[in-house]
């Protein structure tokens, strides 16, 4: 059986790093997006030919991907793991319109251009388009409002998708919750006030999130009590709140 070949985006830092290492790890041929040099780079995997430096905030992207795979002879892809993101901190009006475009242009037009780009690649398999999107998407998160309305868009374009590709491709999406990644210290988050350090680190939520995809389900939202904080959400919006 050939190892399976798995595309993600993020992931020089955080849970596509973590991603990275854990499907490393099993043998699958790996295809990885990021904005670092690969030179800033210390695993092995990332290599001339696994490796292409992208910045999805640009609205070629998509193209320079689509390239770098043709380069690459990849005609096939088991799994595309959308997990790339941006946050940003802070009251809306107080937000730099460039920020926000970039929020908006590396969270929901990548992962769009990105399987529209590519989808032909997984229909060959009947392979995976992974969403990886966030409880956000279902709370109130002040201070995140454009990051929280990202995410939405996401689940809202994957659960039509998932419907239109019935038959041909599987579409999941998984809803972590605090990572202990950069992100937040990028956002400009205050992070003792968040209480970051207690966040799980990457790896573990890297490996719950290979779980989820490998159990097939449609939707899966990662530990107990982000799953009661995503379906309190989710009453709220149904209450009018």
């Known amino acids: 059986m050939n190892a399976p070949t798995i595309l993600i985006s993020g992931a020089s830092d955080g849970i596509g790093l973590a991603l990275?290492?854990?499907y490393a790890a099993t043998g699958a041929r790996l295809l990885l997006l990021g904005r670092r040099p690969a030179s800033g780079l210390g695993e092995s995997f990332f290599t001339a030919t696994s490796y292409c430096r992208v910045d999805l905030a640009q609205p070629y992207a998509h193209a320079i991907v689509k390239r770098f795979l043709l380069h690459q002879g990849i005609e096939r892809l088991?799994?595309?793991i959308h997990n790339a993101g941006l946050g940003y901190y802070g009251p809306l009006e107080q937000?730099?319109?460039a920020t926000?475009?970039?929020m908006l242009a590396v969270n929901v037009h990548a992962p769009i251009a990105l399987t529209h780009a590519l989808l032909p690649l997984v229909e060959r398999t009947h392979g995976s388009v992974v969403?990886?999107?966030s409880i956000a998407a279902n709370l109130p998160v002040p201070q995140y409002a454009v990051y929280g309305a990202s995410k939405a868009a996401l689940d809202g374009f994957a659960r039509s998708l998932r419907v239109e590709l019935a038959g041909r491709a599987r579409v999941q999406v998984i809803h972590p919750g605090a990572t202990r990644t950069a992100m937040h210290a990028r956002s400009g988050a205050p992070l003792e006030k968040l209480g970051w350090s207690r966040f799980p680190p990457p790896e573990r939520v890297a490996r719950a999130i290979a779980r989820a995809?490998?159990?097939?389900?449609d939707e899966t939202t990662i530990g107990l009590g982000?799953?009661?904080l995503r379906w309190a959400g989710r009453q709220l919006e149904w209450l009018g709140y």
């Open 20 to 22: 990275a290492r854990h």
């Open 78 to 80: 088991d799994l595309l």
């Open 95 to 97: 937000q730099p319109a």
């Open 100 to 102: 926000i475009n970039d």
């Open 131 to 133: 969403f990886i999107s």
């Open 213 to 217: 995809i490998a159990s097939g389900r």
């Open 226 to 228: 982000n799953r009661m």
